[in-house]
């Protein structure tokens, strides 16, 4: 265009230059199209565009009219034939030529206008086509774009600056002890309802939907019913969890937003049942010295076992240590009823019935490790079973016996056992490997199905795979739960060679039939060393795993010679399991011996240290005490409260057997003497936490 122009103020130059300049200048168009929009010119091709404006076709919305200046630079009449809108999107464009000029005089200009006046929504183009006898522009184009909105209100939630996205947002409350009483709750959580549209949002309802823990949450809501555009709105939400575990409900926002008409997203929580809301203390009706009542304990919904392995077969002392076990039954919380006593049907001097207890539902089985194989004692100490049946509100049947079908001298089968719906595991540590005794002290599992009301079938016999002399497998560490059951052998050495004596292992088993069992799968220590009794304790509740370490030194440098320790294992697949996480008490110290008892239901663990001295200073010599952990997250674990005795002294072994089923934790004391003035010198006791 300059080169059109090149005789601009020619008279101000000679003519010599004059001359020079009809040489050098090219032949002129003397018509040449240019398009400006305010100052800016806009070359053929090139784009203009609207930005952001609300769809819906209504000319109260649309953008202003823009003017264009069609130019005329050549020294000829530019005529304009016409100027048009084409393209997909040019129904969203308006055009005002009225005032065109169609001959544009040399160096003169006319205008033209276009509007953005989206119908719907989305990014829009269109081609404005100006038709002129510009010899080389002849089709001047121009691109029209712009961005259509729709008018309606955005809904969007935040909890403090964090967005929550709709139906895969979610916010969790953390730990809550529960009481659902209002005693101990999260607070109120506030919540922000943006309206990021550009019309009013109007909110209909808050609430939680149903087939969630609705009970656990409660909504305040406080929002206003109408959030103008750009406005915002709060409401809130409190946890009161009314039971102890996971936590979950889906909360609603009802609004006008066209497309998030209902805004969900999911609240979470975990209630940390706060036990010690009440102990209750319980011991035998018939209580004397050297009972042991408490050596073992278990819970199950309403009903609590204790056994009394030394009992001595009632008036008169007519059996020593034939033992005996009581059932207590729970009539309000933590109230319980006069006590239902079992004991064997065929009682014998040192049997130790009651050694070791387990009840589910409505089936108790004990063990009598020192039983002799009946009359005559053809076999001593080969150990027999006997399960229970309840038939009414704490009335139970005369039992139904079990031996080992390869009953020998010295098995101790029922030295410890474990009850779960139809399946019932009894360990047999002495058990020497099966005929001619290749393995003396390699221990065995025998596994019982129950057929009928009661009558249990053939037993499915496990070992451990690589099993050894001395490894004591089953030795008081057996657990069963569902199709899965865990087996402690707390001297096995580490494997081929024997590395590491004492060391210890577990082996959990899984069910594939009707009371068919795979090979097992082995556990240990992540952190094994010698003599750490690894599997003293096992304990098993869905896909969760506890492993006691009772000798174990309490970690790297071996601080506290054993103090304990406990592992917790998750299952990852078809039995398949972790490598652990290892808990250990906050107070942990010499000789504690933290893990010789534990029990694990749901998101608890409970874990014994009847060796604990009562705190610092060590007051009390075994006197006892048990903690509780809570799980925080897929296998990860966190100290609770630490439990004891409030009547506490020396010698109580307080921890020596600990149980947990729902908000009921039962921990035995078999050295308790009876109460002020030790009046029954390990009689024994045990006390029930809510």
């Known amino acids: 265009m300059y080169i059109k122009n090149c005789f601009k103020n020619i008279y101000y130059v000679s003519v010599v230059i004059i001359t020079w300049m009809l040489v050098s200048c090219p032949a002129l168009d003397p018509k040449e199209i240019n398009l400006k929009q305010d100052y800016t010119n806009i070359s053929s091709n090139g784009i203009y565009d609207f930005g952001l404006i609300v769809a819906d076709g209504d000319d109260n919305i649309a953008s202003d009219y823009i003017d264009f200046t069609i130019q005329n630079l050549g020294t000829a009449d530019l005529t304009i034939n016409s100027i048009s809108i084409a393209g997909t999107n040019k129904e969203d464009f308006d055009l005002d030529d009225s005032d065109i000029f169609n001959v544009i005089p040399p160096q003169d200009s006319t205008i033209f206008s276009v509007r953005f006046d989206p119908i719907t929504a989305g990014e829009k183009t269109a081609k404005v086509i100006i038709e002129n006898n510009d010899a080389d522009e002849g089709k001047y184009l121009l691109t029209v774009i712009g961005t259509a909105l729709t008018i309606e209100p955005e809904i ?21 002890h529960p009481d659902g009483t209002g005693g101990e709750t999260s607070g109120e959580v506030n919540f922000t309802i943006e309206n990021l ?103 199950s919904g309403d009903y609590v076992i204790v056994g009394n392995p030394n009992e001595r077969g009632g008036d008169g002392d007519p059996i020593g240590n034939a ?69 009414g509100t704490n009335t139970w049947d005369t039992g139904y016996k079990i031996t080992a079908y390869e009953a020998q001298v010295s098995d101790y089968f029922g030295m410890n056992v474990s009850i779960s719906g139809d399946y019932a595991i009894v360990g047999a ?84 039939g009707t009371n068919i069992w795979d090979s097992g799968y082995k556990i240990v220590a992540p952190d094994a060393q010698a003599s750490d009794y690894f599997g003293r304790s096992v304990s098993i509740d869905g896909d969760y795993a506890i492993v006691g370490a009772w000798h174990e030194d309490g970690g790297a440098g071996d601080p506290a010679e054993d103090a304990g320790a406990a592992y917790i294992y998750h299952r990852t697949g078809t039995n398949t399991w972790n490598t652990g996480f290892r808990i250990d008490a906050f107070d942990a110290q010499t000789d504690d011996w933290f893990g010789a008892s534990v029990s694990i239901y749901g998101d608890y663990a409970i874990v014994g240290a009847y060796a604990e001295e009562g705190g610092p200073g060590d007051p009390e010599s075994f006197a006892g005490a048990a903690y509780i952990f809570n799980r925080t997250g897929t296998n990860e674990w966190v100290p609770g409260q630490k439990i004891y005795a409030p009547d506490a002294q020396a010698s109580d072994y307080f921890g020596i057997s600990v149980a947990i089923d729902g908000e009921y934790i039962i921990v035995g004391a078999s050295g308790e003497a009876g109460g002020e003035g030790d009046p029954l010198y390990d009689a024994g006791a045990a006390y029930i936490i809510y």
């Open 156 to 176: 969007n939630i935040k909890q403090g600056v964090n967005d929550i996205i709709d139906e895969t947002g979610s916010y969790n409350f953390g730990i809550i």
């Open 429 to 512: 540590y002495g058990e020497d490997g099966g005929g001619g005794n290749p393995l003396s002290l390699a221990g065995a599992a025998y596994i019982y199905h129950r057929t009928g009301i009661n009558t249990w079938d053939s037993v499915y016999k496990i070992t451990a795979p690589d099993a050894q002399e001395r490894d004591y497998f089953s030795y008081s560490a057996v657990s069963i739960d569902g199709d899965y059951a865990i087996v402690g052998a707390y001297q096995e050495d580490g494997g081929p060679g024997d590395p590491l004596d004492r060391t210890g292992a577990a082996y959990i088993y899984r069910r594939t």
């Open 197 to 299: 549209g550009n019309e009013d949002l109007e909110i209909t309802d808050i609430s939680l939907t149903a087939g969630g823990d609705t009970g656990d949450f409660n909504v305040n809501d406080t929002a206003a019913s109408t959030v103008e555009a750009g406005g915002s709105t709060t409401f809130s939400v409190v946890f009161d969890p009314l039971s102890g575990g996971d936590k979950s409900v889906t909360i609603k926002i009802d609004s006008n937003d066209s497309d998030e008409a209902e805004y969900t997203f999911l609240l979470t929580g975990r209630g940390y049942i706060q036990f010690e809301n009440s102990i209750q203390k319980i011991f035998a009706f018939d209580a004397q010295a050297n009972d042991q009542f408490g050596f073992s304990v278990d819970v």
């Open 323 to 391: 033992g005996a076990a009581y059932i207590y039954y729970r009539t309000g919380t933590n109230t319980w009823d006069s006590v239902y006593k079992i004991s064997a049907y065929d009682a014998q001097y040192n049997d130790h019935f009651g050694m070791s207890v387990s009840i589910d539902g409505d089936y108790v089985i004990v063990g009598a490790y020192g039983e002799d194989g009946g009359l005559g004692d053809p076999i001593s100490n080969t150990g027999a079973v006997y399960i229970f049946h309840r038939t």
